[in-house]
Every structure is written in C-alpha cells, then in structure tokens.
C-alpha cells in the first residue's frame, strides 16, 4: 500500500492518520507506487492548478498497475462526479476514513462502492460552539479528519512535523470554497493536541508546526479563544520539543494575548504566518476580509516591537474580480512597507460555489497574469532585501541534514525561527560541532545571503537538543 499526498500540510497530516489507520489494520506500507497493491492519492481541491496535479497523480498511479483510491479535498468536494471522470479509480469521502481499511478491502476484493453526493459540509454541524461541540460527540457525527486521534504512521522522515489544531473554517472570503467541503470551525480538544505532540516527540520530531485553517480561531467553539494562548506554552514544555511554531493566522483575529505569547513564549519561534491576501481595503472588502495596508503595517509594527527579529510571511492574489491599478499601487505600497520574510503569489482564478465567481468586473488572464509576474518581481526584490537586513544578526537554526561530506566538516543545512521547513527558504551553518544531529538547535550568526537563503556561522558551544 502506497501514499501520495497533495497540497498543504494539514493534508499531510491526514495521510498519516490514514496511514495509521491502514498499518493497524494490517496493511504493509511501501514509499514507491510501483509494485504497490493499492495507491491512496490523498487530493488537494483548493484552485484549479492543485485540482489539475490531483488529476495527474491519479492517473499517474493507475500507469503502476494497482487499484487506487482517491481521498482529500477534491474527492470530497466532487465526490460521484469525480468518480464519473476518472472510472480508473475509487473516490472516497471524509465520512470513509474512520473504516478506511474496510474500504481498501471492499477496493481490493472488487466489492463495489457508490461514490458519495457532495454536500456543504457547513451545514452538517450546529453554528453555536455549545451545540457544535456536542454534535460532534455524537455518535452520527460526521467525520472530521485529524480529530479523534489515532496514532499516525509518519510518512516523512526530518525533525518538523505537522500538527493539526483544528478542521474547517467559519469565515467566509468570498474567494473560498475551502469551508463547504472542509466544514465549520472545530477545534481538537487540548489533551488531544497534547497527547499527540507528545507522541511526535517519541517518534523523534523536535519541531511541532501547528496548523489548521485558521489558527487563530482555535478554542472558540470550545468557549475559550485564550486557549491557544494557554496551550503554546504546554506544547514547547513537551519533552524533546525544541520549537513550536504557528501557521495560518487570520490578521483580523490576531489578538493581542495571542500575538504576546508567540513572540514571548520561550520554545515558541517568532514567526507569524498572517494571511493577508491583498492589502487595499476597497479590494478585501470585495473579499469579505476585514483591514488594510495601514491595519497590516500596525499589526507588523506591534509584534516587532515584542521579537525585533521575528518572521512574517503572507499570501496574496492577484487579478481579484474588480481590483483596479491603484488597488496593485496599494499592495505594492504595503509589501515594500511591510518587509516580509516571504510572499506566496497567487493569480486568481474561479472556483465554483464561491461568491467570486459571480461578481462583475472580472480580469483577463494575460493581464492577471501580468500582474502576478510584476508582483513576484517585486517580492523576490524585497525578500531577499529582507534577508541581508540579518546579516549579523543571531539566529537559531534548526538542523535537517549534514553537509559535511559535500561543503566540508561543520556544514549543516536547516532553517532558523523566521523560517518555515518547508517554504520560507534555508539556513546554511558553517561550524557546528561534531557530534550533532538533526532537530539540534544551534546558535550562528548571519554571515551572507542568497536570495531568502542564509549562511550562518555557529556560535560555538550554543548548540541545545
């Protein structure tokens, strides 16, 4: 049985539960597809270009010969009419994952399925977080991927590992179809956050990333939206952790206790993943987003008077139905302004079911796509510009993998607190003593750049587990 998984790190999380699911089972886990039994190709359904790598992997994994199941987003949200398209697999929704190796056995004996109907999952659980919290205890439930935890098979190797806070999303962008097929906002319960880091520990992880839709809202349908604030602290106490480092934070949510403890909780990296997505305010209000770039710029200004050296990085679109010169002119503004550790770019594109998709004003593509490539110029400018502002700056750099043999002794790579492992660049350490390993933190400071990348030199003896 082989796993391949698509898009973002939360899917990436429910692979390995599936995967947990699958090895207690009994089935035997393989990396390559080739040779494989069954593929499971664990689907991203966010835009059309993670929808079209969806498609691919499918059909790549039937050219290996094995039955395959499609599971994830784009197998949830498209359910039997996905199944129609690609005859060459099985699609399977979120409600099969508790019996997963029931499906897989129905998969490999030829029992037939029925693909589900999609449905807005929204509309499955109450909206007051009392009565929510309670529809989720209840045994019809539906199911929440990531919740309910059961130990997962890690899938990939490295000292990071994901963590998952919660499921779904309350806002409403209107850009997003993530909430209708994801679902409302549910939190994990804190125990269950807890027991599971403390499992990642065991299996040798140093570095916990936690992530959800929006990190932000986490214990508010649990009555307490101080409890992330209460619980980062727990979570860098955990023995073996030596950071913890929180993803996709609304900036309209950003409270002032929360945006505190993650820059002044010792084990906490400094890092805010704020999504922004654009910063004229005409332009998000069209977006159903709150703030604009002068919001952004205090909300900068506020955590780097707490972490002077903290991280920030963003998402933004592009070509949004409407957005006019001066809305770019603002964005450009807010980036140069802003001084961002990293920017994700993004053109937009239609996704159905979304509020966007019916509003007038509507860009062509060459000019979207102009717009985008004029944006990334000017971010690949300002980042790497951001990354020699570090030059002689102290750093705590995670370390991944020896160099030693390549770039001479003491050469490791890794990334520093301002970095995340899998999209905010590297950081090269010259230096390290013998004896390290990888999820060591070493101490090093700055000595040169190469785009987002650092080259730091370790301060010898600041090297911690």
């Known amino acids: 049985m ?69 599971v994830g987003c784009m197998a949830e949200r498209y359910g039997s009419e996905l199944a129609g398209a690609l005859p060459e697999a099985t699609v399977l929704g979120f409600d099969d994952y508790a019996a997963i190796g029931d499906r897989l056995d129905d998969v490999l004996t030829g029992r037939p399925l029925v693909p589900h109907d999609p449905r807005d999952r929204r509309t499955l659980l109450p909206i007051s977080p009392v009565e929510r919290t309670a529809a989720v205890a209840a045994v019809d439930a539906p199911v929440i991927p990531g919740h309910g935890w059961v130990q997962r098979r890690r899938l990939a190797s490295g000292p990071s590992a994901a963590l998952k806070l919660a499921s779904g999303c309350d806002r409403r962008c209107a850009f997003c179809a993530i ?42 349908d649990l009555g307490d939206l101080r409890l992330l604030e209460r619980l980062l602290p727990q979570l860098a106490a955990v023995e073996g952790i030596a950071r913890v480092r929180v993803a996709y934070l609304q900036p309209a949510e950003l409270r002032p206790g929360l945006l505190e403890a993650i820059a002044g909780t010792d ?19 069209r977006m159903r987003r709150f703030g604009g770039t002068d919001d952004f710029l205090a909300l900068i200004e506020r955590a780097r008077a707490l972490a002077p050296t903290a991280g920030f990085r963003t998402n933004v679109i592009l070509g949004f139905p409407g957005e006019t010169e001066d809305d770019v002119a603002e ?57 020699e502002d570090r030059l002689g700056e102290r750093v705590e750099v995670l370390l991944t993998e020896d160099l030693s043999a390549d770039e001479g002794p003491g050469t490791w ?8 492992p899998e999209a905010d660049g590297t950081t090269t350490v010259t230096g390290v003593p013998a004896g390290a390993v990888a999820g060591q933190v070493v101490a090093a400071e700055v000595v040169a750049t190469d785009g987002v990348d650092l080259v730091a030199t370790a301060l010898v003896p600041a090297v911690r587990a």
């Open 413 to 420: 790579a890794g990334h520093a607190a301002h970095q995340d």
């Open 2 to 70: 082989a796993v391949v998984t698509l898009g973002c790190a939360r899917n990436e999380v429910d692979s390995e539960e599936l995967a947990g699911r699958l090895a207690a089972g009994g089935y035997r886990l393989v990396e390559d597809a080739e040779g494989a039994d069954a593929v499971l190709v664990n689907t991203c359904g966010f835009i059309e270009s993670a929808k079209k790598d969806s498609v691919d992997a499918i059909l790549a994994a039937t050219d290996s010969g094995a039955r395959v199941v499609a």
């Open 267 to 285: 084990g906490v990296a400094p890092y805010f993943d704020l999504s922004f997505q654009h910063s004229s305010p005409t332009l998000l209000r």
């Open 331 to 387: 964005l450009e503004r807010f980036l140069v302004e802003g001084r961002l550790d990293a920017v994700g770019v993004f053109g937009y594109s239609d996704e159905e079911g979304t509020e966007a998709m019916g509003l007038p004003g509507k860009l062509d593509q060459a000019e979207i796509d102009a717009r985008v490539r004029r944006i990334t110029d000017l971010v690949e400018e300002l980042t790497a510009q951001r990354a």
């Open 179 to 220: 909430p209708a097929f994801r679902g409302s906002f549910v939190s994990r319960p804190p125990a269950e956050v807890l027991g599971e880091a403390q499992w990642l520990a065991a299996q040798g992880v140093t570095e916990l990333v936690l992530v959800s839709e929006n990190s932000t809202s986490y214990g508010k």
